[in-house]
C-alpha cells in the first residue's frame, strides 16, 4: 500500500538523519556520522553488523605492564566485549642486514591485527638499540599521536572542565634525530618538516574532527620565527580547512596558547601540531588532568594500524606488588574500541571507571586510596556487571 | 652652623653646573645634610636619565604612554629618547636600526614594547627584534615571576625566576628548502654561549639568594645539542658549591609546573623552552599583562615585559593592562639606582591591585588602562 511505502520512506530519511519515531531504529551518534561520511564520499564503508569476536595484538611491557594488562583483560572479560587478546613480547633483535628490529612474530600479528593495546616499555640506557617505542614507530609508520584530556570528576586538580585533543605529528620535526658537531664547542640539531607528513598529519585532525563531533581544530605553530617550516606546516593545515568546511579552523602562536591553556582551558577543543611542540603541549595536558597515571594516548599509523598506550613509565619500584594504577591503560583501551566502533561496551568500562574513581572507596595508592590494584579492578568489574 | 654652611655649599656647586664628580660630590653633600637633620626629604638624583625608549607594536604605544604619565606624574628624572620602528607598519628600515643602536650605545638603558613580526617574510628570515637582539647581544631574559598579593589564581604565592638563553638555539633563523616539499631548520647549540648563560644563572641565583638553579632540556631526544646544554650546565654548578643544580626534561617540567610549581626556584633554559614556559608561568599568575621581564647584556638592559604579545586585538580599546610595563619600569629605575622612585612606582601598582576596586578586564575587572593609570598616580603621592 502506497502509505506503508510511504512510511518507510519518511523512516528511512529519518533514520539517516539520526532521528526516531517512537525510539525506533536509535542509531547512534558516532555512527550516523560515519554513515553520512560514506554518503558524502560515495564509497560505503565495511560495517561489521555481525558480532564477532576481533583479535587485538596485547604488548604488555616491561616492570608493571604486565599487573596492569591484566586488570584491563579481567575488566574486558567483565564487559562481555567481544576482544580476543594476542599476547605478544617485543624486545629488540638484530635483524638480518644488522638493523635492530621487533621481533617478527609480533609485526606479523599487528599487521594481522591492526589494532594493538601496550603497556609501558622500558627504555634501557646504553643497550646499543634504540628505544623501543622509536622502534614500533618506525615499523608502522605511526605517524599521528592522539590524546584526549578529559577532566576526571573524582580526582580533583585546580583545572576542571579539561575536555581538549592533542593531536601530534609523530615522525618528523625536532625529533628527527639529525645532529652533528660541526666544530668542537658547536652543534647542529636539524628539524625536518616535509610537506607530505603536514599533510598527513592535518588531514587525520580535521578527520578525527569529524568523526568526534569536535567544532574546532587549532593548529600551533611559531610560524613568526621559523618562518618555512612552520610556514609551511601552516599552509598545509589551512589547506586541509579548506577541505573540510564543516569543522572551524584557528591557528594561534605556540606561546599564547600556553599562556591561555593555563588560564582557561575550555577555549579549546583539538589541537594539532609538529612535534616537538606537540610532546611539550600534550604532557602539560595531561599535568592539567592529573598526571601521565590517568591519560589515554593513541598512535594512528599508516595502513589503518592503531596502538594505543599507556603513556607513563615502567614503575620499576613498585612492580609486582600490586600497587599500580590501571586507569591509564584501561582509557587507552576504552579509546580502542572506540576506534573499533565498540562504542557501547567502551562507555560501559569508561562509565565504570569513572563512577569507582568518584565513589573514593577504592582507590590506588597515586589517586589518594590506599588500596591494591586487584581491589580497584574488582570494584570496576563490579560496576561494570551491575550495568548490565 | 656646620650643617647651614655645608648645604650652601652643596647648593652653590649645584649652581656652578660643574663637572659630573662635581655634581656627584654634592649629592654626598646633601645626603649628610639631610642625615643630620631628619626632617629633611631623602635625596633625590640632580642628573636625569636618558633612556631609550621603543613602543613597537599593538598595545605597546598605549602602555609606554602609561609610563610616561606615571613618570611625569611621580616627578621621575627618566628622560626618553622614542623610536619608532615596526616591521608590520613598515616602519622599518636599516637606517632606523642604525639610530636605535646608537642611543643605545649611549643611554645603555632601554625600555621597549614588542616588535611584531609577520609571517611573510621578504629576503629575510631574521625578524627585527631578532637582529635588535643578536646586535646588542642580549643573551640573557630574566623573568621573575611573582604572585600579585591580592589576586589569587589556582596557584598561590608563587616566587619562580625564568632565564632563557636568547640569541641562539632554535631561533637561528637558519632555514632552507633543500628539495621542494622538504624544509630543514636549524637549532644552533655553542658551548661558549650555553656556558654564558649557565654562569649568569648561577650568578643571579647567587647575588639574589636563591637557593636552587634547574636546567630544562631535551637531551634524551636531541642528544648531542642539549646534551651540551646540559654538560655546560653541570660544570658551571661545581663553580657553586652553595646552590643547588637539578635538571628536568621539558616535558615533565611544563607537567610539574601545572600540578606543583612551587618545587621549582630558578629555571636555565635554551631559547625556544624559554618562550614556552615564560607564558605558561605568566599564565599562572595571571597573564601577560602582569609580568615583567628585563634583557640583560655585558653593557646593555633593555626593560619589557614578561610574555611578549603585541596583543594587536585590544588597539585603541583602552583595555590592556598597564601592570606589566609599569612593574619593569619600576625593575629599570631599581638598575638606574632611582631605589626611591623604583618603590614608589611599584608601591603605587601593587596598593591598586590589592584594593582590587580598579581592575583592567584581564583581572577580572571593569576599568579602561587609563582609569587604572589615573589610580596609579592618585597612589604614588600616598
Known amino acids: 500500500m502506497a502509505g506503508t511505502a510511504w512510511r518507510s520512506a519518511i523512516r528511512n530519511v529519518l533514520r539517516m538523519l539520526g532521528l526516531t519515531i517512537n525510539g525506533q531504529d536509535k542509531t547512534k551518534p558516532q555512527e550516523v556520522s560515519r554513515v553520512l561520511g560514506s554518503f558524502k564520499n560515495g564509497s560505503p564503508q565495511p560495517r561489521n553488523f555481525i558480532r564477532e569476536m576481533q583479535t587485538v595484538t596485547l604488548i604488555p611491557g616491561d616492570g608493571i605492564g604486565p599487573e596492569i594488562s591484566n586488570a584491563v583483560m579481567k575488566i574486558f572479560e567483565a564487559a562481555n566485549a567481544p576482544i580476543e587478546w594476542e599476547e605478544r613480547n617485543v624486545t629488540a633483535i638484530k635483524g638480518p642486514g644488522g638493523k635492530w628490529m621487533i621481533p617478527p612474530d609480533a609485526k606479523e600479528s599487528m599487521d594481522r591485527n591492526k589494532i594493538g593495546l601496550k603497556g609501558p616499555l622500558k627504555t634501557p640506557i646504553a643497550a646499543g638499540h634504540p628505544s623501543m617505542n622509536l622502534l614500533l614507530r618506525k615499523t608502522f609508520d605511526l605517524y599521528a599521536n592522539v590524546r584526549p584530556c578529559v577532566s576526571i570528576e573524582g580526582y580533583k586538580t585546580p583545572y576542571t572542565d579539561v575536555n581538549l585533543v592533542t593531536i601530534r605529528e609523530n615522525t618528523e620535526g625536532e625529533y628527527s634525530g639529525i645532529e652533528h658537531l660541526i666544530v668542537d664547542g658547536v652543534v647542529q640539531s636539524i628539524k625536518l618538516i616535509t610537506e607530505q607528513a603536514s599533510e598527513r598529519i592535518a588531514e587525520y585532525a580535521f578527520e578525527y574532527a569529524r568523526n568526534n563531533q569536535r567544532a574546532s581544530v587549532t593548529a600551533v605553530h611559531k610560524a613568526n620565527i621559523m618562518r618555512m617550516s612552520d610556514g609551511l606546516f601552516l599552509r598545509k593545515c589551512r589547506e586541509a580547512a579548506e577541505k573540510h568546511k564543516d569543522v572551524k579552523f584557528t591557528e594561534m602562536y605556540l606561546d599564547t596558547v600556553c599562556l591561555n591553556m593555563v588560564q582557561d582551558p575550555t577555549q579549546f577543543d583539538v589541537l594539532v601540531m609538529p612535534n616537538l611542540y606537540g610532546d611539550i603541549l600534550s604532557d602539560l595536558c595531561a599535568g592539567l588532568i592529573g598526571g601521565l597515571g590517568v591519560t589515554p594516548s593513541g598512535n594512528i599509523g599508516a595502513n589503518g594500524v592503531a596502538i594505543f598506550e599507556s603513556v607513563h613509565g615502567t614503575a620499576p619500584d613498585i612492580a609486582g606488588k600490586d600497587f599500580a594504577n590501571p586507569t591509564a591503560l584501561l582509557l587507552s583501551a576504552v579509546m580502542m574500541l572506540r576506534h573499533m566502533g565498540l562504542h557501547s561496551h567502551g562507555k560501559k568500562i569508561e562509565t565504570a571507571c569513572f563512577d569507582t574513581i568518584r565513589d573514593k572507596k577504592v582507590l590506588t595508592k597515586d589517586l589518594g586510596g590506599n588500596s591494591k590494584c586487584s581491589e580497584f579492578t574488582e570494584a570496576i568489574c563490579q560496576k561494570v556487571r551491575d550495568m548490565d | ?382
Open chain 2, 1 to 382: 652652623m656646620a650643617v647651614a654652611l655645608k648645604r650652601s655649599l652643596a647648593v652653590l656647586v649645584k649652581s656652578l653646573g660643574g663637572p659630573k664628580w662635581w655634581q656627584q660630590a654634592s649629592r654626598s653633600v646633601s645626603i649628610s645634610a639631610s642625615l643630620s637633620r631628619v626632617e629633611s626629604p631623602p635625596a633625590r638624583a640632580d642628573a636625569t636619565f636618558k633612556v631609550t625608549m621603543l613602543p613597537g607594536d599593538g598595545v605597546g604605544p598605549e602602555l609606554m604612554t602609561a609610563v610616561k604619565d606615571v613618570f611625569k606624574a611621580g616627578d621621575v628624572p627618566v628622560e626618553f629618547d622614542e623610536f619608532h620602528l615596526s616591521e608590520v607598519q613598515n616602519m622599518a628600515s636599516e637606517d632606523k636600526l642604525e639610530e636605535l643602536l646608537s642611543s643605545m650605545k649611549n643611554n645603555k638603558v632601554a625600555i621597549k614594547g614588542k616588535i611584531h613580526t609577520p609571517m611573510e617574510f621578504k629576503g629575510e628570515l631574521a625578524s627585527y627584534e631578532m637582529r635588535l637582539r643578536r646586535k646588542l647581544d642580549l643573551f640573557a631574559n630574566v623573568v621573575h615571576v611573582n604572585s600579585l598579593p591580592g589576586y589569587s589564581t589556582r596557584h598561590n604565592n608563587l616566587d619562580l625566576v625564568i632565564i632563557r638563553e636568547q640569541t641562539e638555539g632554535e631561533y637561528s633563523s637558519l632555514e632552507h628548502e633543500s628539495v621542494p616539499g622538504v624544509i630543514e631548520c636549524l637549532k644552533i647549540i655553542t658551548r661558549a654561549k650555553s656556558r654564558r648563560i649557565a654562569k649568569f644563572a648561577f650568578d643571579y641565583a647567587t647575588k639574589k639568594g636563591r637557593n636552587k638553579v634547574t636546567a630544562v632540556h631535551k637531551a634524551n631526544i636531541m642528544k648531542l645539542g642539549d646534551g651540551l646544554f646540559l654538560q655546560c650546565c653541570a660544570e658551571v654548578a661545581q663553580l657553586y658549591p652553595k646552590i643547588k643544580y637539578e635538571n628536568i626534561i621539558i616535558d615533565n617540567c611544563c607537567m610539574q609546573l601545572v600540578q606543583n610549581p612551587y618545587q621549582f626556584d630558578v629555571l636555565v633554559m635554551p631559547n625556544l623552552y624559554g618562550n614556552i614556559i615564560d607564558n605558561l608561568a605568566a599564565g599562572l599568575v595571571g597573564g601577560a599583562g602582569v609580568v615583567p621581564g628585563e634583557s640583560y647584556s655585558a653593557e646593555y638592559a633593555v626593560f619589557e615585559t614578561g610574555a611578549r604579545h603585541p596583543f594587536a586585538q585590544a588597539v585603541g580599546r583602552n583595555i590592556a593592562n598597564p601592570t606589566a610595563m609599569l612593574l619593569s619600569a619600576a625593575n629599570m629605575l631599581r638598575h638606574l639606582n632611582l631605589e626611591y622612585h623604583s618603590h614608589m612606582v611599584s608601591d603605587a601598582v601593587k596598593r591598586v591591585i590589592k584594593q582590587g576596586k580598579v581592575r583592567t578586564g584581564d583581572l577580572g575587572g571593569y576599568a579602561t588602562s587609563d582609569e587604572f593609570t589615573q589610580a596609579v598616580i592618585a597612589n604614588l603621592a600616598v
